[in-house]
């Protein structure tokens, strides 16, 4: 059983940023793909960022302002995320999946993981 734990939510003014970190029980990264997703009130979740490999992949708001990455030896995945707006306020989800490992996916459906969130919130 994999355990993400999410952390690095927080406020920030519009403009600003912050760095997301989630912490997976083990060294998955060999056969995962880790994604990021987000989930306004009232709306669906929402894919932001995904990684496996070295491939990455980005909903088209956030590209050139958040970066995901990994740390294999501190088996923690990042979202760095600069530029925030209001638009971007959410809880921020960690989720691993394996089919996620073999081809690049923004389906929630293929991910089998999933941290607890964390809070986001940006303020104009």
């Known amino acids: 059983q994999v355990q993400l734990v999410e952390s690095g939510g927080g406020l920030v003014q519009a403009g600003g940023s912050l760095r997301l970190s989630c912490a997976a029980s083990?060294?998955?990264?060999?056969?995962?793909?880790m994604g990021w997703f987000r989930q306004a009130p009232g709306k669906e979740r929402e894919f932001v960022a995904a990684?496996?490999?070295?491939?990455?992949s980005y909903v088209n708001s956030v590209k050139g302002r958040f970066t995901i990455s990994v740390d294999n030896a501190k088996n923690t995945v990042y979202l760095q995320m600069n530029s925030l707006k209001p638009e971007d306020t959410a809880v921020y989800y960690c989720?691993?999946?394996?089919?996620?490992?073999?081809?690049?996916?923004?389906?929630?459906?293929?991910?089998?993981?999933w941290g607890q969130g964390t809070q986001v919130t940006v303020s104009s």
């Open positions: 989720a691993a999946g394996v089919r996620a490992y073999l081809t690049t996916t923004r389906d929630p459906g293929q991910y089998d993981y």
């Open positions: 083990g060294n998955i990264f060999g056969n995962h793909g």
């Open positions: 990684i496996r490999w070295s491939i990455t």
